[in-house]
């Protein structure tokens, strides 16, 4: 199967398979809020593992899965099988991914189509400006977006360029002010009244001593 090596051909030009992988902090700030949520997780965008490590370092159990084999220290599950959009059936109760920009809106519609009761997508900031992305409001609403209160560095340039947001579906939990560290902050439109809107700080990491 074709092996992704994460460097761009030009400086215009797309990482093949959008393999721009997800900083820690951005997936430990989420898992901070999301306590209730099952131990098993299913990650089927898992790229070079980025989230599944911090999954892992959380104590949850990871099914790592991903349609192209990655460039990294672990391999995992790849190939057309293990294609996300392909899948007949959810293998896991719950999702937390990264998806490839160009097929956000498609892996949104397939955890839906699936009928998996949780699952929070790093998106773009802008994501839901798009009338395409918003008709998934029709469907089902998000429970909550998180904004991230600073910018993602996906390249390790070391230059953080992109806003972004958790949108995060949860079916047996209603969202309120009081699970978040911050309150709603956007004014709630009739179609969106039932999403929370919340800001995630970035998380501090703690160094601890060795036992």
């Known amino acids: 199967m074709p092996h992704l090596t994460p460097t761009l051909q030009g400086s215009s030009e797309r990482k093949f398979a959008d393999a721009y992988f997800t900083p820690a902090s951005a997936?430990?700030?989420l898992l901070t809020e999301l306590p209730h949520w099952p131990k098993i997780i299913w990650e089927p965008a898992c790229g070079n593992g980025a989230i599944v490590r911090v999954l892992r370092e959380s104590g949850r159990?990871?099914?790592?899965?991903?349609?192209?084999?990655?460039e990294g220290e672990e391999r995992f599950?790849?190939?057309?099988?293990?294609d996300f959009?392909?899948?007949p059936?959810?293998?896991a109760s719950s999702v937390?991914?990264?998806?490839?920009?160009?097929l956000a809106n498609a892996f949104a519609r397939?955890?839906?189509?699936?009928?998996?009761?949780?699952?929070?997508?790093?998106l773009r900031a802008d994501f839901f400006n798009a009338a395409e992305h918003a008709r998934i409001f029709a469907i089902r609403a998000p429970s909550a977006i998180a904004a991230l209160t600073?910018?993602?560095?996906?390249?390790?340039?070391?230059?953080?360029?992109?806003?972004?947001i958790w949108a995060i579906w949860d079916e047996r939990k209603n969202f309120d002010e009081e699970n978040f560290k911050m309150r709603p902050w956007w004014a709630q439109a009739d179609a969106w009244e039932r999403t929370v809107y919340v800001l995630f700080e970035k998380p501090k990491l703690v160094l601890r001593e060795p036992s």
């Open 85 to 87: 959009l392909s899948a």
């Open 150 to 164: 600073w910018r993602l560095d996906f390249t390790g340039a070391g230059a953080p360029h992109t806003n972004c």
């Open 110 to 122: 397939k955890c839906l189509a699936l009928g998996i009761p949780r699952f929070a997508l790093l």
């Open 77 to 82: 599950s790849t190939g057309e099988e293990f």
């Open 89 to 91: 059936v959810a293998r």
């Open 61 to 70: 159990e990871v099914i790592a899965s991903d349609r192209w084999e990655h």
């Open 27 to 29: 997936t430990r700030a």
């Open 96 to 102: 937390i991914t990264n998806p490839p920009f160009k």
